[in-house]
C-alpha cells in the first residue's frame, strides 16, 4: 500500500500487485510519487525478504571451553559472560547428541550476541566432571544451569533451553534494572503490563536518596521482577502515588498493593517483595518454567478467554491466601510439550484445563469441565480449589488406587495357592484311604477295628485340615 504525504513517502508492496493511491491534493494524483514507490518497492523485495530471514549458524566457533587455565583470562575479554555449567555427557550416545544440540544452540546465541555493540558478550562452557574446581571458585552448585556474570552480579537462568528465549533474556539483564515513565505513553505501556510483577515509586529526581534506595532493591530482582518510575507530578496523579510511596502490583491484578512504612531502605523494600513474591495467579514463561500449579488455558480460544476471566477473578478474592498460587500455561507457548502433557497427564488441550500436580512424581487430578462446554463459575472453582488445599482432593489419590489393584492381585493369587494345597490335601486322603482299604483285606477283625478308629482319626483330621484352609481363604478374602 502506497502513502502520500506532502513531506515523505511510506510503501509497501502488494502481493496482488495494485497499487492503492491513499491521499490526493486538489483532485490531482501525483503520478511520479507513483512511480518512485513502484521502482522502490521492487528494489526493497530481495532486501526485505533477507531482514526478516531468521538468522542461522554460520559455522564459526565462538563458544569457549573454560577450564582452570583459561577461565580467568577468557572472562576478563567480556563485559558480560554467560557460563553453561553442564553434566559430563560421558560414553552415552544419547547424552552425547542431546549436548551437542545445546552446544549448537549457545553457538547461535553466541553468533546474535557478537553483533551487539554495547556490551562483549562471551559464552561459554564448564564441564561439571572435568571442571568441578573452576566451578566452586565461580561459585556455581547447580548443573545443568546457565548463568550470567555481569560486573559483580551472577544471574541464574532457569528457562528453556533454547537459542531465542536465552538471548532475549540477556538482553533483559543488559537493561536498566528501573524503568522510568515521563508521560501518557509510557504509562499506557505500563498499564499493559499484566503478567508480571511489577513496582513502581514517586521521587522528586534521580538524585533522591530514596530513589536510590529503590533503584539498588531493584538491582537485587532484576531482571525477573519489573521495577518502574516517574518523576512527573502529572504521572504520579493518574497513578495515585504519593512523593516517596512505591505500589506493588501482582500479576493480573488491577488494584495495587501499597507497601508500608515510606520512606523505604532497600533492605525493607527487599524485605517485602521477599514476602510478597508469591503471586496468585501467574503466567508461565519459557524463562520460569519450574512450578507446581499448572492451568492450562489456550488463550486464542473463546474459552480460553473466559476461564482467564473466571481466574482473575478467583485470584482477587484469594491474594491474602499463602497457600494458593495458580499458574497459567498457553499450551501455544510450549508447542512441544503439547503431546507429552496430554499424554502424562491424560488430558485434552484444546479445551482450557485446571489442575494440581505432585511436582515430585507428576502424579496430578484435575477440574472435570465437560470437555469445556461449560465453564465453572467463580464459586464453583473456588469450592474446587479449596478441597485441594484441604486435602480432600488429592493428586496422590491415584497411588493408593494402583496399591489397591496390587492388593487385589495378591489375593487372587493367595486364593489359587489355597485351592491347589486342597486340592492336593485331598489327593493325598484318597491315596491313604487305598492303602488303608489294602491293608484291611490282609489284617485280623481287631486290626479292622483299629484301621478304621484310625481312618475315622485321620478323616477328622482331613477335615480339620479343610476347615482351617477354608479359614484361611475367608480370611484372604476379607482383606
Not at 80 to 92: A, L, Q, R, W
Not at 343 to 372: C, R
Not at 376 to 386: C, R, T
Request: glycine share 4%; aromatic share 10%; hydrophobic share 35%.
Amino acid at each position: 500500500y502506497v502513502l502520500l504525504c506532502p513531506t515523505s513517502i511510506i510503501f509497501s508492496w502488494d502481493p496482488s500487485l495494485h497499487l492503492h493511491l491513499i491521499w490526493e491534493k486538489s483532485g490531482h494524483i501525483f503520478w511520479t510519487w507513483v512511480l518512485v514507490a513502484v521502482l522502490l518497492s521492487f528494489a526493497g523485495l530481495s532486501l526485505g525478504k533477507d531482514s526478516l530471514d531468521f538468522p542461522e549458524y554460520d559455522g564459526k566457533d565462538r563458544v569457549h571451553d573454560l577450564n582452570a587455565k583459561n577461565y580467568k583470562s577468557v572472562m576478563k575479554k567480556y563485559d558480560v559472560m554467560v557460563v553453561y555449567y553442564h553434566d559430563h555427557p560421558g560414553s552415552s550416545r544419547v547424552a552425547q547428541r542431546q549436548f551437542e544440540i545445546e552446544e549448537l544452540a549457545l553457538e547461535l546465541a553466541a553468533q546474535v550476541l557478537d553483533e551487539f555493540d554495547d556490551e562483549d558478550i562471551g559464552v561459554g562452557l564448564l564441564d561439571a566432571k572435568l571442571d568441578k574446581a573452576v566451578a566452586k571458585k565461580l561459585g556455581l552448585e547447580e548443573s545443568d544451569s546457565v548463568f550470567i556474570f555481569t560486573d559483580d552480579e551472577v544471574i541464574e537462568y532457569d528457562g528453556e533451553f533454547a537459542a531465542d528465549t536465552l538471548v532475549e533474556f540477556i538482553f533483559d539483564v543488559l537493561d536498566d534494572p528501573v524503568e522510568i515513565i515521563d508521560n501518557s505513553r509510557e504509562l499506557k505501556g505500563f498499564e499493559n503490563i499484566e503478567e508480571d510483577i511489577k513496582l513502581v515509586g514517586y521521587f522528586k529526581s534521580h538524585k533522591s536518596e530514596h530513589f536510590e534506595a529503590f533503584a539498588d532493591a531493584a538491582e537485587e530482582f532484576h531482571p525477573h521482577i519489573k521495577f518502574f518510575a516517574t518523576f512527573s507530578p502529572k504521572v504520579a496523579k493518574a497513578l495515585d502515588l504519593k512523593l516517596n510511596e512505591v505500589d506493588f502490583y501482582e500479576p493480573f491484578m488491577d488494584d495495587p498493593v501499597v507497601i508500608p512504612g515510606k520512606p523505604y531502605t532497600e533492605d525493607e523494600l527487599v524485605d517485602f517483595i521477599e514476602d510478597h513474591d508469591r503471586p496468585t495467579l501467574r503466567k508461565l514463561q519459557p524463562h520460569n518454567m519450574y512450578e507446581i500449579w499448572f492451568h492450562y488455558c489456550p488463550f486464542h480460544s473463546l474459552d480460553g478467554f473466559e476461564f482467564l476471566e473466571i481466574l482473575k477473578e478467583v485470584a482477587e478474592d484469594n491474594t491474602d491466601n499463602p497457600d494458593l498460587s495458580i499458574v497459567w500455561i498457553d499450551p501455544d507457548d510450549f508447542p512441544l510439550l503439547l503431546p507429552h502433557w496430554e499424554k502424562i497427564f491424560g488430558i485434552d488441550l484444546s479445551h482450557p484445563q485446571i489442575g494440581v500436580v505432585d511436582a515430585d512424581d507428576a502424579d496430578s487430578v484435575w477440574l472435570d469441565m465437560d470437555d469445556g462446554d461449560d465453564m465453572p463459575s467463580v464459586d464453583e472453582l473456588e469450592d474446587w480449589i479449596e478441597d485441594v488445599l484441604s486435602g480432600e482432593i488429592d493428586p496422590d489419590d491415584d497411588d493408593d488406587d494402583d496399591d489397591d489393584d496390587d492388593d487385589d492381585d495378591d489375593d487372587d493369587d493367595d486364593d489359587d495357592d489355597d485351592d491347589d494345597d486342597d486340592d492336593d490335601d485331598d489327593d493325598d486322603d484318597d491315596d491313604d484311604d487305598d492303602d488303608d482299604d489294602d491293608d484291611d483285606d490282609d489284617d485280623d477283625d481287631d486290626d479292622d477295628d483299629d484301621d478304621d478308629d484310625d481312618d475315622d482319626d485321620d478323616d477328622d483330621d482331613d477335615d480339620d485340615d479343610d476347615d482351617d484352609d477354608d479359614d484361611d481363604d475367608d480370611d484372604d478374602d476379607d482383606y
